[in-house]
Every structure is written in C-alpha cells, then in structure tokens.
C-alpha cells in the first residue's frame, strides 16, 4: 500500500458553480401536507472560491422574500466528502450542515435538521452544470424511506448586465 487515500470527490467538484446565477426558486408551501402548491420567487447569488480551492462561498440575494443568505462549502480531502453549511439573516445562526459527494454527475448531501420542532433528516441533490445547475431540498420524517421535495433552485448564469445588479 502507498498510503494514498481513496477519495469519493475531489475539491473542483463544485468548480462548475464558480461565478454570478440568477435563480428561479420554487418552494413548497406547505410541507407534509400533500401539497403541490408552490411559491414561486427569483433570487441571485455569488460563489466565489476560497481556503486555496478547497471551498467556496455563495451569497444568495432573495429581496421578495425580505432576507439574503450563505452557503459555506467545504472539502474534506481525507474522505472526498463535502460538507454545506448554511446561514440566512433571519436567524444568523449556521444550521447543520449537510454532507455527501459527487457520484455519476450528481452530488447526494444528507444532514439532520428540524422542521417546525420534528426532527428530520434532509437531503440535497444538485445536478451540475456549467450554464443551468439545479439543486433540490428534500425533507424525510421516517429516517429517510420516504422524501418530500419542499425546495428546487433553477440556477442560470447571470449575464454581464446582471452582473451590474448583483447584490
């Protein structure tokens, strides 16, 4: 054995999320509900690298909905894993994050979390691309047998004039 670590990811795998989005939000109303109503609402967001590549940060700007927010994404070369972590100015309070990777061209993050005071166990899905990312939210109430979709961001690069606006 060299001493070489098997790893799931590597720290460029969110390199394809790098710049300015504009975001088309689509957010359940009412969760465990078997709702299908969903609030629709536009956002913009910066991610920027940071820590040497190994990170990033995103700046999310949602004026509709009265509050902006932050993701804070870490690599951990020892497992390959990338842990997600985020804060909104409602709050100012960092939540649990969530962990996982990228495997076949889409990243599974899992965490633990509360929803109206119920534990739940949540999972992110994001589907890389370099013009048209998404990332979708799902809350589970049964240790994950079954998934509620509650939140998905349409992502699509911000255009120069966008740029301007950022922010």
């Given at each position: 054995?060299?001493?070489?670590?098997?790893?799931?990811g590597s720290a460029s795998d969110f390199d394809f999320f790098i710049g300015d989005?504009?975001?088309?939000?689509?957010?359940?109303?009412?969760?465990?509900a078997g709702s299908d109503d969903w609030e629709i609402f536009p956002a913009t967001s910066s991610v920027?690298?940071?820590?040497?590549?190994?990170g990033n940060f995103e700046e999310m700007h949602m004026?509709?909905?009265?509050?902006?927010?932050?993701?804070?994404?870490?690599?951990?070369?020892?497992?390959?894993?990338?842990?997600?972590n985020w804060?909104?100015?409602?709050?100012?309070?960092?939540?649990?994050?969530?962990?996982?990777?990228?495997?076949?061209?889409?990243?599974?993050?899992?965490?633990?979390?509360?929803?109206?005071?119920?534990p739940v166990r949540v999972r992110f899905l994001w589907t890389p691309s370099v013009e048209a990312p998404v990332w979708a939210q799902a809350?589970?109430?049964?240790?994950?047998?079954?998934?509620?979709?509650?939140?998905?961001?349409?992502?699509t690069r911000a255009s120069r004039k966008d740029r301007s606006n950022l922010g």
């Open positions: 054995m060299d001493g070489a670590i098997d790893t799931l989005w504009n975001i088309r939000n689509l957010r359940l109303k009412e969760r465990f920027r690298k940071i820590l040497e590549g190994t004026p509709s909905q009265g509050f902006t927010g932050m993701t804070l994404r870490l690599f951990n070369p020892r497992d390959g894993s990338w842990s997600l804060a909104d100015s409602r709050s100012n309070v960092l939540f649990p994050p969530v962990i996982g990777h990228f495997d076949n061209g889409k990243g599974v993050f899992y965490g633990e979390d509360m929803d109206d005071g119920v809350f589970s109430r049964d240790g994950g047998e079954t998934w509620e979709t509650n939140w998905v961001m349409e992502f």
